[in-house]
């Protein structure tokens, strides 16, 4: 027995299982867009607000992740469920508003039952009536309401309507409880296999009773004669354009062709579609950067801003569009139902080296950011594929390595040709999931003294209906996470800069250079480069030198690589700062590719980045553990500094091994 401790706003939490509509309902009640897909382990963390002021509703408002029982089988479904008892920062909820998919009621209703035992105050929402309806069927509210023995009420959750029934019978709901202190069973589920039997014969009387199948009032008495169970009237009419694409998409051989061309017209599509875009900005902070310097003059304070902030920051910034695209297209397919199918068609495959389909949303989480997908692999129940998921996670190509990839692709390809672009950003990608599996299948054969786990595993996904998808929603989902790329990435980016141009611009020893003959912007220029050489920047960079030189580069590339270590996006604005950018004349971009073009190897003749050094800084970002946020979050769900210290001794050390192969064999080959 739990008290119900006095809180301060009394809480009103919403429940459901995955796929029912309970982040939709909850965007509803509080205005918010948080972002809603279609496969288990999208949601990982709370969401809580408050109701709508025009509700007149106060009370704190909380979304927590999808649970199908009170029974948890994943550690994200155990901090969900002990909450609902004693949430640390809330309280135990005055009013529990479940979610139930109308058309899998007999799978939902479990839930319900379970948290009346528990003597929760509960109101039922039904959803996806719709899709019950074009199924031929149709479900009685109030006839549920009485058998359940709960308030019950109806939401669409794309046109909002029900709603304001809903917030009717919440007043009613809040009103009824009074402020003495509530008791609350936490009840552990007897699952005995007779007693589960039970249970769902009991619920399966209860939907044979309040969904009936849509007739004319004529035919109503002989519909309701032949009623049967609602699974048996499914399975009788199942949706078929579901189940027509699904034999070509789910297909062993050709579904996987489609799913790599799919991907592949998807980086195509970042690469071409975004370059106007990314022209803009580029011009635009290169004529601010600019105009900064030509304010400020040639002194610290404008250097600093023009070089030191503007330019770092512009060079970063170019690659949002990218971004943007990224997450735009991974919306509209997440929207459509088809991410859940590729968690099917790599679950084979997966299930080879030692993992499952439902490591698959984490993994596709990782290409936006590891941190986000770190945290998902908690709804991996079994606790070596947890962990085995989480180690090779940083191998996945994430947003932040966008623009380094783009930069070095620039560098070898035209900007206009799109399409080989597209084919090297699609072929890197390929290459990071292919390392990835064949590095987890590496890992598994040694789990003993790497993971340390035993493997115990199973794979279950519901496959919600192919839906069209619905812009709006995509859209704001997408600002969402372009706000929060850059919320994590700008402070980060500014700071370094910072830290990177006060390296770059002192001790400012002021060499003495011959300016016969110069004006006053190429003294300047002249001073800057001679600056740069002296620097702290320049002083560190020699300790890298013996490193460096093994894969053909210098204290420059090293620093700018030490930069990354602490966020990935910060190596180009380490490059910019470096090579004192400003785009006087040109654009950031091309300024930056043009010095990378004359820039040489000090002391000799030989140019600093060709084609096989490119290739060779793509290797070395692909495979090396570069992030110091994603560490950190490593050791919290691992429990321990082990992995993540494994994480950085075996992916930076590989990546670096890698790197010294490609540029070294390239060069052999005549690609120097």
Same mark, same amino acid.
């Given at each position: 027995?739990? +008290?119900?401790?006095?809180?301060?706003?009394?809480?009103?939490t919403?429940?459901?299982? =995955?796929?029912?509509?309970?982040?939709?309902?909850?965007?509803?009640?509080?205005?918010?867009?948080?972002?809603?897909?279609?496969?288990?382990?999208?949601?990982?963390?709370? %969401?809580s607000?408050?109701?709508?002021?025009?509700?007149?509703?106060? @009370?704190?408002?909380?979304? !927590?992740?999808?649970?199908?029982?009170?029974?948890?089988?994943?550690?994200?479904?155990?901090?969900?469920? &002990?909450?609902?008892?004693?949430?640390?920062?809330?309280?135990?909820p005055?009013?529990?508003?479940?979610t139930?998919?109308?058309?899998?009621?007999?799978?939902h209703?479990?839930?319900?039952?379970?948290?009346?035992?528990?003597?929760?105050?509960?109101?039922?929402?039904?959803?996806m009536?719709?899709?019950?309806?074009?199924?031929?069927?149709?479900?009685?509210?109030?006839?549920?309401?009485?058998?359940?023995? @709960?308030?019950?009420?109806?939401?669409?959750?794309?046109?909002?309507?029900?709603?304001?029934?809903?917030?009717?019978?919440v007043?009613q709901?809040?009103?009824k409880?009074?402020?003495?202190? /509530?008791?609350?069973?936490?009840?552990?589920?007897?699952?005995?296999?007779?007693?589960?039997?039970?249970?769902?014969?009991e619920?399966?009387?209860? *939907?044979?009773?309040?969904?009936?199948?849509?007739?004319? *009032?004529?035919?109503?008495?002989?519909?309701?004669?032949?009623?049967?169970?609602?699974?048996?009237?499914?399975?009788?009419k199942?949706?078929?354009?579901?189940l027509?694409?699904d034999?070509?998409?789910?297909?062993?051989?050709?579904?996987?062709?489609?799913?790599?061309?799919?991907?592949?017209?998807m980086? /195509?599509?970042?690469?071409?579609?975004?370059l =106007? #875009?990314?022209?803009?900005?580029?011009?635009s902070?290169?004529?601010?950067?600019?105009?900064?310097?030509?304010?400020?003059?040639?002194?610290?304070?404008?250097? #600093?801003?023009?070089?030191?902030?503007?330019?770092?920051?512009? +060079?970063?910034?170019?690659?949002?569009?990218? $971004?943007?695209? #990224?997450?735009?297209?991974?919306g509209?397919l *997440?929207?459509?139902?088809?991410?859940?199918?590729?968690?099917?068609?790599?679950?084979?495959?997966?299930?080879?080296?030692?993992? &499952?389909?439902?490591?698959?949303?984490?993994?596709?989480?990782g290409?936006? @950011?590891?941190?986000?997908a770190?945290?998902?692999?908690? /709804?991996?129940? %079994?606790?070596?594929?947890?962990?085995?998921?989480?180690?090779?996670?940083?191998?996945?190509? @994430?947003?932040?390595?966008?623009?380094?990839?783009?930069?070095?692709?620039?560098?070898?390809?035209?900007?206009?040709?799109?399409?080989?672009?597209?084919?090297?950003?699609s072929?890197?990608?390929?290459?990071? $999931?292919?390392?990835?599996?064949?590095i987890?299948g590496?890992?598994?054969?040694?789990?003993?003294?790497?993971?340390?786990?035993?493997?115990?595993?199973?794979?279950i #996904?519901?496959?919600?209906?192919?839906?069209?998808?619905?812009?709006?929603?995509?859209?704001? &989902?997408?600002?969402?996470?372009?706000?929060?790329?850059l919320?994590?990435?700008?402070?980060?980016?500014?700071?370094?800069?910072?830290?990177?141009?006060?390296?770059?611009?002192?001790?400012?020893?002021?060499?003495q250079?011959?300016?016969?003959?110069?004006?006053?912007?190429?003294?300047?220029?002249?001073?800057?480069?001679?600056?740069?050489s002296?620097?702290?920047?320049?002083?560190?960079?020699?300790?890298t030198?013996?490193?460096?030189?093994p894969?053909?580069?210098?204290?420059?590339?090293?620093?700018?690589?030490i930069?990354?270590?602490?966020?990935?996006?910060?190596?180009?604005? +380490?490059?910019?700062?470096?090579?004192?950018?400003?785009?006087?004349?040109?654009?950031?971009?091309?300024?930056?590719?043009?010095?990378?073009?004359?820039?040489?190897i000090?002391?000799?003749?030989?140019?600093?980045?060709?084609?096989s050094?490119i290739?060779?800084l793509?290797?070395?970002?692909?495979?090396?553990?570069?992030?110091? !946020?994603?560490? +950190?979050?490593?050791?919290k769900e /691992?429990?321990s500094?082990r992995? =993540?210290?494994?994480?950085?001794?075996?992916?930076?050390?590989?990546?670096?091994?890698?790197?010294?192969?490609?540029v070294?064999?390239?060069?052999?080959?005549?690609?120097?």
């Open positions: 027995m739990i +008290a119900n401790t006095t809180v301060s706003t009394p809480l009103v919403l429940v459901g299982p =995955p796929n029912s509509g309970k982040t939709t309902l909850f965007n509803l009640l509080s205005g918010k867009n948080f972002k809603t897909v279609n496969y288990p382990g999208s949601t990982i963390e709370y %969401n607000s408050h109701f709508l002021p025009k509700f007149d509703i106060n @009370c704190n408002l909380l979304d !927590s992740p999808g649970i199908i029982s009170l029974v948890p089988s994943s550690p994200d479904e155990t901090i969900t469920i &002990n909450s609902l008892y004693e949430h640390p920062k809330f309280g135990i005055k009013l529990v508003i479940v139930v998919d109308s058309s899998q009621l007999s799978r209703l479990l839930l319900v039952k379970q948290l009346l035992s528990s003597n929760f105050s509960v109101i039922i929402v039904l959803t009536a719709d899709i019950l309806k074009k199924k031929g069927f149709t479900i009685s509210a109030s006839m549920l309401e009485e058998k359940i023995g @709960c308030k019950v009420v109806k939401i669409d959750g794309r046109t909002g309507k029900g709603i304001e029934d809903l917030i009717t019978v007043k709901q809040l009103q409880e009074n402020d003495e202190v /509530t008791y609350l069973n936490k009840i552990v589920p007897n699952l005995h296999a007779e007693n589960v039997l039970n249970h769902f014969k619920i399966e009387a209860i *939907e044979n009773e309040v969904v009936n199948q849509i007739a004319d *009032e004529k035919d109503l008495r002989r519909a309701n004669e032949k009623l049967t169970t609602l699974s048996q009237k499914l399975q009788s199942p949706d078929s354009f579901t027509k694409l034999k070509i998409l789910l297909h062993p051989i050709w579904g996987l062709v489609l799913f790599l061309f799919i991907t592949g017209a980086f /195509t599509s970042i690469f071409w579609l975004a =106007p #875009l990314m022209e803009l900005v580029d011009e902070f290169a004529s601010l950067a600019n105009l900064a310097s030509n304010y400020f003059g040639y002194n610290w304070y404008g250097d #600093l801003i023009s070089d030191g902030i503007i330019s770092s920051a512009g +060079a970063v910034l170019i690659f949002v569009p990218q $971004i943007v695209i #990224l997450f735009l297209i991974l509209f *997440e929207d459509t139902g088809y991410l859940a199918r590729g968690a099917m068609l790599i679950d084979k495959p997966l299930s080879k080296i030692g993992l &499952n389909g439902r490591s698959f949303v984490p993994m596709l989480s290409f936006a @950011c590891a941190i986000p770190i945290l998902a692999a908690r /709804t991996i129940s %079994n606790r070596k594929e947890r962990l085995l998921t989480i180690f090779i996670i940083p191998l996945m190509s @994430c947003s932040a390595r966008l623009p380094v990839y783009a930069l070095l692709i620039a560098f070898i390809i035209p900007k206009e040709n799109f399409l080989m672009g597209g084919f090297i950003f072929f890197i990608y390929l290459f990071s $999931i292919i390392s990835s599996v064949i987890a590496i890992i598994n054969k040694f789990n003993k003294s790497i993971i340390r786990e035993e493997d115990n595993s199973s794979f #996904l519901e496959l919600p209906a192919y839906k069209i998808p619905r812009f709006s929603s995509v859209y704001r &989902n997408t600002i969402s996470s372009t706000k929060a790329y919320k994590e990435a700008g402070p980060v980016i500014i700071t370094f800069s910072i830290i990177l141009w006060a390296l770059t611009y002192f001790p400012n020893t002021n060499p250079i011959d300016i016969t003959n110069l004006s006053p912007e190429e003294v300047h220029e002249v001073q800057k480069m001679e600056r740069v002296t620097s702290y920047a320049a002083q560190i960079g020699k300790f030198e013996p490193i460096m030189k894969i053909g580069m210098d204290w420059r590339i090293g620093v700018s690589l930069s990354a270590f602490v966020a990935r996006e910060v190596f180009v604005s +380490a490059l910019v700062l470096i090579f004192k950018i400003t785009g006087d004349e040109e654009t950031l971009r091309d300024s930056l590719l043009n010095a990378m073009r004359n820039a040489e000090e002391g000799t003749n030989q140019k600093l980045f060709t084609p050094t290739l060779g793509i290797v070395f970002f692909v495979f090396a553990m570069q992030c110091l !946020s994603t560490v +950190a979050v490593a050791k /691992t429990g500094w992995i =993540p210290i494994l994480q950085i001794l075996i992916f930076s050390g590989f990546a670096y091994f890698a790197a010294f192969i490609t070294n064999g390239l060069r052999l080959l005549g690609f120097a």
